[in-house]
């Protein structure tokens, strides 16, 4: 065990460092099912229903054959006014709202859930997909909302937070453990080594650094106490469980199990369940100061050095001898105060995080769009087919490749042009004999013979023998020979020999073409070569055109896919550079937008279109939000009406609410809607709070009700309005809850101070024996000392107990060492029978536990000769 510290040793006070927490502590209130009340739970249950214009008649009726079912006249004509009315501030004040009995809204959602599931069957029974898509949604609705009313009426939503604080204040150094040993036998001698290291930094990166390392271990801690927590996370709404992540204006929140009002003493559960949640922090806390004490001051280059020292031991006597080197311990004292007390009210609101989960949508679309370059474009989509604007065959379009071209915005070679008919021509005077005649036509490149034409005027001489005549390599020709008389040919198309196709097709180059001539005289022969284009060049020429719309495409797809990497590394950018403080204020602002949601319902526009519309015809800049700059907004005095309906209601919810201590717990993705779960699983981000924000399927909010509006709050939540009547023991608990914060609280020292007052910071505490009687009148009370109490501060008479005959006065005087003297007693106090306790507050609240914690330092204890029964 390390020794007693020394009692001379420093308090460092102005080394003290704090942690603030809470320990929330759900109230168990048993409400009859026929009070009126729970009147932002039935609004939103009612909302949640989503009635149709004549459901509420149609459950009326259905109602109406069942006796044993009681539901008023008056609450179906109130539920069936919020069935889409002409304009939103049409439908019933929530006040009404709340006067219906919980059974009664309960059995109206049983019967309308039964009307839509038939409603639903009997879509399904006529197949129309039209019909059951909405009835199916309808029924979920209604399923939805009556299973949270139901949860919420039979738990109802109100608890107590502890304003708690972690002190830590180092109080000394003590021997730690054994670090090293070194035996020396007599006369020997040894050198030992020891190096020491350093790492330097600015001063401004070890805070920085510290701030970062805190917050991250707040959010280990809350992790692993809320999964420990009993049950009062579980007791608020059976359909949620808790993930363990936590946000809010306390940093550490730990829970304990529901209890009632009277129990909240400083040894209570909660109590008991704050210190064991304290204890870890601290433990985890003295590793971060281990971590600080690490980094040092230097210059703004970070450097690392090293020192290395050899020291030589040496045995001088004739015994055996040991040196012992321990570390050095810090001492700290640890104090946990619970400084305030305030009202909480739960609601459960879906995606809190469903605004910033937008950059993350864009970048999952953008990020779809990367990926290897694909051409969607074949080579035989390349034709002179004449299609219509949309690529689809039209006799009057244009033809395909242009249309392709023009949809990738590049120009390409035109479709080659039909190939003119070559001719060639010549006469001749045969002589009546045997003769031939020759023409030779040459056929370009890229072009082919297609058919060829012969045209001939061919006389006959004056002999008695017929005339011959023939294009020799051609098909013969039996009516070109036995001729007596002249021939003539017009517009023949040669043929091959044995072949039904045109002679010589497919050639190319020069040719020469041979005619036989016999018994002829004056001869003319002409041909008309008429020529096509080579396959060779067509696929050339379709394999320029793709190319051109490949080579366009391909630019086109990369100067996007910079501008997409541009994008999404701007995004990312914007997400992932944004200080912590940023990341806490956007998140609560989110929380404060699901909370006007959740009360104001979706009737409310934080700007309503009529406005908007007005603001876009006055020419304001909408995009940057320079809209209220002028002399004037320009409003007319229905949007005026608009942008005011819901004023009062939300001033009175950011005044009742202590923003700065909602707590939010964050329920997992599948409280979402299913097909967002994948989408939802992926989200990253650096900060490990914004991440669990952005994942959260659902959340629950704690609402904190700022300390002075405990009634008014409850009577807005539970009555409807903000001075409605408020049935049951609520307004009493809130009242309780008030009273109790004013007597123990800050600058109220807490109940049973006889036994804690030793745990009281800068608290001063006395008893008397003397009976006191009630008093208008100042009162004059023997006590067993004075000193130290002033005059002007309050004190707290008696114990809190069932008697409630606990008070706080104020000291009107100090007659001397043993009397002081008090405004007035509300109560009679019986000193005779036990001693009364009467203390003053401290600043620090109520000190509900204390204990001790050890870090390591860098020093070094070394002892000689150690005697192993008194060593550490």
Excluded: C
Aim: a negative charge.
């Amino acid at each position: 065990m390390p020794s007693s510290p020394d009692s001379s040793a420093p308090i460092l006070e102005n080394s003290a460092r704090e942690v603030l927490k809470g320990t929330l502590v759900p109230v168990r209130v048993d409400v009859p099912q026929d009070e009126p009340g729970g009147g932002l739970v039935k609004l939103g249950a009612v909302r949640q229903l989503a009635l149709a214009p004549g459901e509420a008649e149609e459950v009326r009726r259905r109602l109406g054959a069942h006796d044993a079912v009681n539901v008023s006249a008056g609450a179906f004509d109130l539920l069936g006014a919020f069935a889409r009315p002409l304009v939103p501030s049409l439908r019933p004040d929530p006040e009404a709202l709340a006067r219906i009995p919980a059974r009664q809204l309960a059995a109206f959602a049983e019967t309308l859930v039964e009307l839509r599931a038939e409603r639903l069957r009997e879509a399904e029974e006529r197949r129309s997909p039209d019909e059951a898509g909405p009835a199916a949604q309808a029924l979920n609705t209604a399923v939805v909302a009556l299973r949270g009313l139901r949860a919420a009426t039979a738990t109802p939503p109100i608890g107590l937070l502890n304003l708690e604080r972690i002190e830590m204040v180092p109080i000394g150094i003590q021997r730690g453990e054994l670090v090293a040993t070194v035996p020396l036998a007599p006369g020997e001698e040894t050198a030992v080594t020891q190096t020491e290291w350093s790492v330097t930094s600015r001063e401004f990166t070890t805070i920085v650094t510290d701030a970062l390392e805190e917050v991250s271990e707040t959010g280990v801690t809350d992790n692993t106490d809320l999964s420990q927590s009993t049950s009062s996370q579980s007791q608020h709404s059976n359909q949620f469980n808790i993930t363990g992540t936590v946000q809010g204006g306390i940093p550490i929140i730990s829970g304990s199990s529901t209890t009632g009002f009277t129990s909240q003493g400083s040894q209570s559960e909660s109590a008991t369940e704050s210190i064991k949640h304290a204890r870890s922090t601290t433990q985890k806390a003295s590793s971060r100061s281990r971590r600080e004490h690490k980094v040092t001051i230097s210059t703004t280059t970070v450097t690392g050095t090293s020192s290395t020292s050899t020291r030589v031991l040496k045995n001088p006597g004739r015994e055996p001898i040991r040196i012992d080197y321990f570390s050095m311990m810090r001492k700290w004292r640890v104090r946990l105060y619970r400084y305030g007390l305030r009202l909480t009210y739960d609601i459960a609101v879906p995606e809190p995080g469903a605004a910033m989960r937008r950059a993350y949508a864009e970048l999952e679309t953008l990020r779809a769009q990367q990926g290897p370059f694909t051409f969607g474009v074949k080579l035989s989509d390349v034709t002179t087919e004449l299609v219509d604007e949309h690529g689809n065959p039209s006799p009057t379009g244009k033809p395909k490749y242009q249309w392709l071209a023009d949809r990738h915005g590049v120009t390409v070679r035109p479709h080659p042009e039909p190939p003119t008919p070559l001719t060639a021509s010549s006469t001749a005077d045969t002589g009546g004999g045997w003769f031939f005649l020759g023409l030779e036509f040459d056929v370009p490149g890229g072009t082919r013979v297609r058919e060829i034409i012969l045209d001939a005027q061919i006389g006959k001489d004056d002999s008695d023998d017929r005339m011959n005549f023939d294009v020799l390599g051609a098909r013969h020709e039996p009516g070109w020979n036995g001729q007596t008389g002249a021939l003539i040919i017009r517009n023949h198309r040669i043929m091959s020999v044995g072949a039904d196709r045109p002679f010589m097709a497919g050639f190319t180059g020069r040719h020469k073409i041979t005619f036989f001539f016999h018994h002829a005289e004056q001869v003319f022969v002409g041909l008309t070569v008429h020529r096509e284009l080579m396959p060779e060049t067509i696929e050339q020429w379709r394999a320029d055109v793709w190319n051109a719309l490949h080579g366009a495409a391909q630019a086109r797809y990369f100067a996007q896919q910079q501008e997409v990497a541009a994008r999404i590394a701007a995004i990312e950018e914007r997400l992932s550079s944004v200080d912590t403080l940023t990341l806490r204020r956007e998140e609560s602002d989110e929380i404060m937008k699901s909370v006007l949601r959740f009360v104001l319902g979706t009737d409310f526009d934080f700007m309503p279109a009529d406005v908007l519309a007005a603001f876009v015809a006055a020419g304001v800049d909408l995009q940057h939000g320079i809209g209220f700059d002028g002399p004037g907004l320009g409003l007319s005095q229905d949007q005026w009406t608009l942008l005011r309906q819901h004023e009062d209601l939300i001033r009175f919810i950011n005044q009742a609410i202590e923003w700065e201590n909602v707590v939010t717990f964050l329920y997992s993705y599948f409280w979402d809607v299913p097909p967002s779960w994948a989408f939802i699983r992926q989200l990253r981000h650096p900060d490990p709070n914004r991440q669990a924000f952005l994942r959260a399927g659902s959340a629950r909010i704690v609402l904190t009700v700022r300390k002075g509006w405990e009634e008014r709050w409850m009577r807005f939540a539970e009555g409807g309005g903000v001075g409605a009547p408020v049935p049951g023991p609520y307004l009493t608990i809130a009242r309780e809850i008030a009273a109790y914060d004013d007597r123990n609280y800050p600058g109220i020292p807490p109940a049973n101070p006889g036994k804690e007052a030793v745990h009281l910071q800068d608290a001063v505490f006395t008893t008397t024996t003397a009976d006191l009687a009630p008093s208008a009148a100042p009162v004059t009370i023997r006590v067993a000392s004075s000193a130290g109490f002033v005059v002007g501060l309050p004190v707290v008479i008696d114990s809190e107990d069932e008697r409630r005959v606990q008070e706080a006065q104020v000291v009107t005087a100090i007659p001397d060492n043993t009397r002081i003297t008090v405004a007035r007693l509300d109560f009679a106090h019986r000193g005779s029978q036990a001693p009364v306790p009467i203390l003053q507050p401290g600043e620090k609240g109520a000190l509900i536990a204390e204990w001790h914690e050890y870090t390591p330092s860098s020093g070094t204890d070394i002892a000689v000769t150690s005697n192993l029964s008194t060593i550490a």
